[in-house]
């Protein structure tokens, strides 16, 4: 950070003589230094004296979402966990868990950290809640929007201008756009998937330029599903297939490496996760051979160092979290050393802090949250105080980094 400060005060300097009357353009002056720091610790994008600066930073995790799916309206809710951002620690905020009796599944947060949509299986519906950046109050911010079909899982594009809901319950992904203000609207039509019988669509992600976005298909089983690629219109949201490419059985969850490089998948039914190696440009998968995994692997997450894959192994009165190195060059994987990592019972949802160094996972038959660091070589050392309990049947979690 130091060395792109002077960078910054260079490209600068070079453009601003030196004026008494304009001292914030003068990158000797204590007025252009303040003003300097100030811009690069409130926004990543700014103009000072002519030039434009884009300063990327590594945004600090605050909150901790976790959605209780619960057996009923009476014991669905969300929680609201405040992280320590040294320790990884986890302490409950005030007012949570906050009752949500349309049985909330899956959360995704907008990228400034104020507004989050929420997949209610109860409802078939989408709730749009407003997020309080100090406190971590959640209170509702427009009325429920619904949803044709019963909702898995939320994806939102790169830019904020889209949300995509996947079915459970169809071989749909879900359209809707997004507005200044947060609200949604639905697109129509929804976008068709090439699943095999008895298949919907599991999780989906989008590449980091919003080009591209894949989708997990389900099915029966015995039937070999696997990945749905789309192109993204940014002008109008709309979905147009590039490949269907086959994994294996019961492909619940999709993850992308952060460089665009890799896509990976989970086989809920054949129990094994691939590796596909990405063209960049137009989106198009090269599967490779699949790697063992637990039971029931139900997500997979790639760390934001594109170094670590893991995958939460959810069958029924077990629970641990496999975990493979990644191979920068073709992205295969090399199970590291103490894998699969124990966990509380049924992890069905992981999250990963920006910088790297944590990972919590939802389990939903345990009714609380687990907590590790990641070590230099990928393997999982549980965080003092876990696991924590959460709800009824928890299922996504999700961190809020600002």
Do not use: W
């Not at 939460?312 to 992205?331: D, F, L």
């Amino acid at each position: 950070m130091k060395f792109f400060f002077i960078l910054i005060c260079l490209a600068i300097g070079l453009q601003c003589k030196h004026d008494k009357y304009n001292s914030t353009c003068d990158s000797q002056s204590k007025a252009f230094l303040e003003t300097l720091t100030i811009l690069l610790s409130t926004s990543e994008r700014f103009q000072l004296c002519n030039v434009s600066v884009f300063s990327p930073r590594i945004k600090i995790p605050r909150f901790l979402i976790v959605t209780n799916v619960g057996t009923n309206a009476a014991t669905s809710s969300i929680s609201v966990f405040r992280i320590n951002p040294t320790t990884g620690e986890i302490a409950q905020v005030d007012g949570s868990p906050y009752q949500l009796t349309n049985r909330p599944r899956h959360s995704v947060t907008n990228s400034s950290g104020t507004i989050v949509y929420v997949a209610n299986i109860g409802s078939t519906s989408i709730s749009v809640l407003a997020l309080n950046s100090e406190t971590g109050a959640l209170s509702v911010k427009f009325s429920d929007v619904s949803v044709p079909t019963t909702p898995y899982s939320l994806t939102m594009d790169p830019s904020g201008k889209y949300l995509f809901a996947s079915s459970e319950s169809s071989q749909q992904i879900h359209r809707y756009s997004i507005d200044g203000t947060g609200n949604i609207l639905n697109l129509t039509p929804a976008t068709a998937t090439s699943n095999p019988t008895l298949g919907s669509v599991g999780r989906m992600v989008f590449d980091t330029k919003g080009k591209h976005l894949y989708a997990g298909l389900t099915s029966g089983a015995a039937n070999i599903s696997g990945i749905q690629g789309f192109n993204l219109d940014p002008l109008s949201g709309a979905l147009t297939s590039i490949g269907v490419y086959q994994t294996g059985e019961n492909n619940l969850s999709v993850a992308i490496s952060p460089n665009d490089k890799f896509v990976y998948g989970a086989n809920y039914f054949s129990q094994d996760v691939f590796a596909a190696v990405r063209n960049i440009e137009n989106g198009v998968l090269t599967v490779q051979p699949a790697f063992s995994a637990g039971i029931a692997p139900g997500f997979s997450l790639v760390d934001p160092l594109n170094r670590f894959l893991y995958v939460a192994n959810s069958g029924t009165g077990q629970g641990n979290i496999s975990a493979y190195s990644v191979s920068p060059i073709n992205g295969t994987l090399t199970s590291i050393s103490g894998s699969p990592f124990n966990s509380g019972f049924s992890p069905i949802g992981l999250s990963i802090d920006k910088s790297g160094k944590f990972l919590y996972s939802s389990n939903t038959e345990g009714g609380n949250v687990s907590g590790f660091t990641i070590s230099e070589n990928g393997s999982l050392v549980p965080i003092n105080g876990f696991p924590v309990t959460a709800g009824t049947n928890p299922f996504s979690v999700e961190i809020v980094s600002y």
